[in-house]
């Protein structure tokens, strides 16, 4: 039982987070080729109009 | 050396001909050396050790960490001294909290503004001029923003709602603001003190409305960040109709400075600072009103709790909940009871469950195990 518990522990504590990690890593990586992050430096480059209520 | 400063500020050489902006520089030099000199003097005291020293210390120490994280990110002197914004290539990355890209000080830009920018953006060779009604037709380029959802990824997956209770500028804030000395509005959460109280049909009501009006964050992330920008008009929905972060962050201090951005200022300006405004006053009476119902960042922070590296667990062993201590539910400023729910999507991690805790029982970290062999519970209790 006890060990049951420790190697259940051990898969939620470490392995989730790690693929979720590595995950995100990948999306990461087909974003950049993507060229989502031209967007996001176009938007955040200039002042955004509508962000400070001018917009 | 000259032209890596010139690349991280986003600036030509000729620029440096400017006094102004050498000051400036040398400030942000200042400021990042004093946060990170700050930083270094908790970690050497062990000041992160948040169960060592009691609530009290951890208060302060959470509140200068906060600091620190806005010092950091938002040091981009030039912008604060010319009343402009960074433009150069750091703000490729986003920064973990709520924390406006037209901020002047910011390096970074701000995830929720960037996921509906990734949104808005269109294809223009897809896109068509529909002949009946004469209306450009945009077709949106991405219908899944794998770059801004794979950081938040990335930041989730290590610690979850810990970037809002030490990381967001905007929950410092809200801090800031909750620590004014004014009567506080929190209400009782176990039966006994319900009954015990004076109005408890009251009590349970405004419970009830508490509950529910939680799930708004989740309304305000799929319908204001999601679905609006997406398919109905490409608009930063949320930024432009909600965020207070974005006016007081950028609208203000980049209106005072700047004399032809004041000028255009309307009615959505008057919308914006009517919600900050509201915002303030609530704020100095309920913790995080914000955080608590309307952050879309928060949101999605939330799902992480229960599965991010970084989490919090109860040493049952220890814990003296069987004998009625429930010390830590009544510390917590967001209403979550951790004994019951240490990863509470409520839980913004701030630590001061963990600090109150007279046997300290509550684990902040990565652990499973204490350091006497007791296990750590992650889960729900029964
Ligand atoms: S809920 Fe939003 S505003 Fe609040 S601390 Fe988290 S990211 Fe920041
Ligand atoms: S349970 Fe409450 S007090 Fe504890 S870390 Fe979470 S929000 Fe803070």
């Not at chain 2, 068509?128 to 997956?157: E, H, N, S």
């Not at chain 2, 109860?314 to 510390?331: E, F, M």
């Amino acid at each position: 039982m006890g060990d049951n518990m420790k190697k259940e522990s051990k898969a939620s504590r470490y392995i989730i987070p790690a693929a979720i990690f590595a995950c995100g890593v990948t999306f990461v990586i087909i974003g950049i080729a993507d060229k989502e992050v031209l967007t996001v430096l176009r938007k955040a480059a200039a002042i955004c109009m509508e962000c400070i209520g001018l917009g | 050396m000259k032209d890596i400063i010139l690349w991280v500020f986003g600036i030509d050489e000729s620029a440096l001909a400017d006094p102004v902006t050498i000051t400036a520089i040398i400030a942000t030099f200042v400021v990042i050396a004093a946060a990170l000199a700050a930083l270094i003097v908790l970690l050497v005291k062990k000041r992160f050790q948040i169960r060592r020293f009691g609530n009290k210390v951890w208060q302060r120490t959470k509140l200068i960490t906060q600091a620190c994280f806005f010092m950091l990110t938002n040091s981009f002197m030039i912008g604060w001294f010319k009343g402009t914004i960074y433009q150069g290539k750091l703000k490729y990355l986003c920064v973990p909290g709520m924390n406006c890209y037209s901020c002047p000080g910011a390096w970074g830009a701000c995830p929720i503004g960037s996921l509906q920018a990734i949104f808005n953006d269109f294809d223009a060779k897809k896109s068509w001029v529909d002949q009946k009604t004469g209306t450009y037709v945009k077709v949106p380029k991405y219908w899944f923003a794998f770059y801004l959802i794979g950081l938040l990824m990335i930041i989730g997956a290590v610690c979850g709602r810990f970037v809002c209770g030490l990381l967001c500028p905007f929950g410092w804030v809200q801090d800031l603001l909750y620590k004014i000395p004014v009567k506080k509005l929190r209400l009782p959460r176990d039966e006994m003190r319900i009954a015990n109280s004076k109005h408890p049909k009251a009590v349970r009501f405004f419970l009830g409305v508490d509950k529910y009006l939680r799930y708004a964050k989740y309304a305000f992330l799929i319908i204001m960040v999601i679905f609006l920008p997406l398919l109905v008009k490409a608009d930063p929905w949320f930024c432009k109709y909600v965020c207070p972060s974005g006016m007081l962050l950028g609208g203000i201090p980049l209106m005072s400075m700047n004399r032809s951005l004041a000028a255009a200022a309307g009615n959505l300006t008057l919308l914006k600072l009517c919600i900050l405004a509201s915002l303030t006053v609530i704020s100095l009476f309920l913790y995080r009103p914000f955080c608590r119902y309307i952050c879309p960042l928060g949101a999605i922070y939330s799902f992480f709790n229960k599965v991010s590296l970084y989490r919090y667990g109860i040493d049952d062993a220890s814990c003296n909940r069987a004998k009625g201590c429930a010390a830590c539910a009544h510390a917590c400023p967001m209403g979550v009871d951790p004994v019951r729910d240490p990863n509470s999507l409520e839980c913004i991690r701030c630590g001061t469950c963990a600090a109150s805790c007279p046997k300290k029982a509550i684990r902040p970290g990565f652990r499973f195990k204490t350091a006497e062999g007791n296990a750590i519970r992650t889960k729900k209790s029964k």
